[in-house]
Structure formats: structure tokens, C-alpha cells
């Protein structure tokens, strides 16, 4: 059982940047997606990042840009940076991965994840 956890999450202003980092329990994992999601107050959970097995990246619209998703070079640890942090960023966002085979199911399909984080806490400021 891997188990997936974040850091890095916190408190900033407008316009600030934050790195969020997430560690697989596993030091070689196999996995077809590897993400972030993220829900606010309120709202449903909404993916944000995803990396796949063969490195290639796919951002929500609310982020590109703005954000960056990238792998450790062990590729167990996930890092997702973010720039001109926004208040509407304010969410708890969630480390995911898979290990089952996409079949062209959309990378932010969330019960395609079977690994979830406990989620760290980003809140922005005006």
C-alpha cells in the first residue's frame, strides 16, 4: 500500500508563490497519473495538475501558466509550483495517483485515483 504525503502548503498574499510537495511512501512506484487536486469551501474537488508515466503534463485552464508540475528525480516525490497565487486558489489541495491503465478516461476523472494524500492547506489573501 503506498501511501501518498503533502507539504508545503500555507498562508500567502495575492500575487505569492508556493511549491507543494508530495512523497510516495514508495521509493519506485508505477503508477499512469500522478496529480493534484484541489477543493475549496464549498465547492467540489477540481484537478488541477497531472504528470503521466512518460512525463507529459496537463493543466486546468484555472491554472496554465501559473503552475508547474514536476517530479523529483526519483519520481516518487511530486512538486507543484505556483505562481501568482490568486484567492480563488484558496483550497485544500490533494496529492493523487493511479496505477490502473487510463483507457482514454480524462486525467481528472477522480475515481480513475486510486492512492489520495491528506491534503495541505493553501490559503491566499487578498
Known amino acids: 500500500q503506498v501511501q501518498l504525503v503533502e507539504s508545503g502548503g500555507g498562508s500567502v498574499q495575492a500575487g505569492g508563490s508556493l511549491r507543494l510537495s508530495c512523497a510516495a511512501s514508495?521509493?519506485?512506484?508505477?503508477?499512469?497519473?500522478m496529480g493534484w487536486f484541489r477543493q475549496a469551501p464549498g465547492k467540489v474537488r477540481e484537478g488541477v495538475a497531472v504528470i503521466d508515466s512518460d512525463g507529459d503534463t496537463k493543466y486546468a485552464d484555472s491554472v496554465k501558466g501559473r503552475a508547474t508540475i514536476s517530479q523529483g528525480y526519483a519520481k516518487n516525490t511530486l512538486y507543484l509550483q505556483m505562481n501568482s497565487l490568486k484567492p480563488e486558489d484558496t483550497a485544500m489541495y490533494y496529492c493523487?495517483?493511479?496505477?490502473?491503465?487510463?483507457?482514454?478516461?480524462?486525467?481528472?476523472?477522480?475515481?480513475?485515483?486510486?492512492?489520495w494524500g491528506q491534503g495541505t492547506q493553501v490559503t491566499v489573501s487578498s
Open positions: 514508495a521509493y519506485t512506484f508505477s503508477y499512469f497519473y
Open positions: 493523487a495517483a493511479t496505477t490502473h491503465r487510463p483507457y482514454g478516461t480524462s486525467w481528472y476523472y477522480e475515481p480513475l485515483y486510486n492512492y
